[in-house]
T-cell receptor
């Protein structure tokens, strides 16, 4: 079942600016992940943060997790046109399958 | 690099046809998944499999069945295709262990049912 809910649904920024997306979820989790999907393609894993972690970095990506608020944020710094894509958060609880949100559509204009 | 492949990128079928979507992964993953993705609805889980010949229903299994005869292959079957099954279908695989979780996705199959 869907658990993650991304906010905003759509985001438009200029190259060089930072992009922040938020994700809220409902139940306890083992980990939370962010994925990117370029138009019409499969999803690509970006970063995973475990429930006992608060912040994680990977290149221009920074993810935070607040389990008390059941929320996460993804920050992309110094955005590029190539970052244009949909971004999904996904949570893994005690089940087998990831639960995905509906995604944030990011447009980065030159 | 993990590779998940799907048999077709685009598929056009007629109402009532039996449709097979194939997914193959090359990383010896125990878990495999089928999702469908529709605008405004995100990804919804149809079925998953945690071992050969094992399968579990996801959130929207109606109208679908699956087959996992070999570890690397997970097939989604539309017994009698209907227009409301027009969608993007995504296959994914993942290694074992609940503390892990990265799922690797195939490129997707865009199915149009006429």
């Amino acid at each position: 079942s869907q658990q993650g809910e991304e906010d905003p649904q759509a985001l438009s920024i200029q190259e060089g600016e930072n992009a922040t997306m938020n994700c809220s979820y409902k139940t306890s989790i083992n980990n939370l992940q962010w994925y990117r999907q370029n138009s019409g393609r499969g999803l690509v894993h970006l970063i995973l943060i475990r429930s006992n972690e608060r912040e994680k970095h990977s290149g221009r990506l920074r993810v935070t997790l607040d389990t008390s608020k059941k929320s996460s944020s993804l920050l992309i710094t110094a955005s590029r046109a190539a970052d244009t894509a949909s971004y999904f958060c996904a949570t893994l609880d005690s089940g087998y399958a990831l639960n995905f949100g509906k995604g944030t559509s990011l447009l980065v204009t030159p | 690099d993990v590779k998940v492949t799907q048999s077709s990128r685009y598929l056009v079928k007629r109402t009532g046809e039996k449709v097979f979507l194939e997914c193959v992964q090359d990383m010896d993953h125990e878990n495999m998944f089928w999702y469908r993705q529709d605008p405004g609805l995100g990804l919804r889980l149809i079925y998953f499999s945690y071992d050969v010949k094992m399968k579990e229903k996801g959130d929207i299994p109606e109208g679908y069945s699956v087959s996992r005869e070999k570890k690397e292959r997970f097939s989604l079957i539309l017994e009698s295709a209907s227009t409301n099954q027009t969608s993007m279908y995504l296959c994914a695989s993942r290694g074992s262990g609940l503390i892990f979780g990265t799922q690797y996705f195939g490129p997707g199959t865009r199915l149009l049912v006429l």
